[in-house]
């Protein structure tokens, strides 16, 4: 009987760092970085687009990277990761699961994350637009961090109802949402976002990130507070955290 073929990925990055963002800031995860995305956000001054090879640290932390031609197969990931749980014993909290929307590879996903999370719980960042990509892997994902893009400062339309829709696959795991707010950020889009997921379940938390300029935030602390007692009306579970891996000089 032939063998099922070992299945194989372009992805962009594989490195270990400090999670900067959200409710695991400060935990040690391997990241795992997949091309292209489904927004184009004004902010974003990322390039995600497929490349020829993938950038591998050479050893967890140390920032010196070798390039592996695409497509990575599975089995090349997983000896890779296994070699830096070896080396690394009880460093890492979780696996990210990151782009660009990395649910664009959600049947890859679909194939790779049983067995990726019998080596470290599976941690996916999303902007929370394609539900339909999320049904097939929930099972297999142990986190969800949900980005919800404000068009105030995104540019991109803010798509509420597929928010719910995707919100309420999540929450059968934990999960939580993150909305990035700059200074001139409208209190109605917070009000907005704060009856979404209270709508969803009073226990999913919301952060609040600040935007994010040459390593300080570039939000006043009045602003934040206000921003903070705005959506608190709708969602108490409501905490402001700023992107620390950029003052810290994290990958």
């Not at 997921?197 to 600040?210: A, G, H, K, M, Y």
Request: proline share 7%; hydrophobic share 40%; glycine share 6%.
């Amino acid at each position: 009987m032939p063998t099922q073929p070992t299945p194989s990925a372009d992805l962009l990055e594989l490195f270990s760092s400090i999670q900067g963002e959200g409710l695991l800031v400060g935990y040690r995860q391997v990241f795992m970085r997949f091309p292209g995305c489904n927004l184009a956000c004004e902010y974003c001054d990322t390039d995600f687009s497929s490349s020829p090879s993938c950038s591998v640290e050479n050893e967890p932390g140390s920032k010196q990277f070798s390039t592996l031609p695409n497509p990575l197969s599975l089995d090349g990931v997983m000896t890779l990761i296994q070699t830096w749980i070896s080396g690394f014993p009880a460093a890492h909290h979780s696996l990210s699961i990151t782009g660009g929307e990395p649910l664009l590879h959600a049947q890859t996903l679909q194939q790779w994350l049983p067995h990726l999370r019998t080596k470290l719980p599976i941690y996916l960042e999303t902007n929370g637009t394609l539900p339909d990509q999320l049904e097939l892997i929930i099972a297999n994902t142990d986190w969800v961090a949900m980005d919800i893009k404000l068009h105030s400062l995104s540019g991109e339309r803010t798509d509420w109802e597929i928010h719910r829709r995707f919100l309420e696959i999540a929450d059968r795991t934990q999960c939580f949402v993150k909305v990035v707010v700059g200074e001139t950020t409208p209190d109605l889009e917070l009000q907005l976002a704060g009856d979404l997921v209270s709508s969803v379940s009073e226990r999913i938390p919301i952060i609040l990130q600040p935007v994010t300029r040459q390593a300080r935030v570039a939000v006043s602390t009045r602003r934040l507070l206000h921003m903070q007692a705005i959506i608190s009306e709708s969602h108490k579970n409501t905490r402001v955290i700023p992107q620390t891996h950029r003052f810290m000089e994290l990958l």
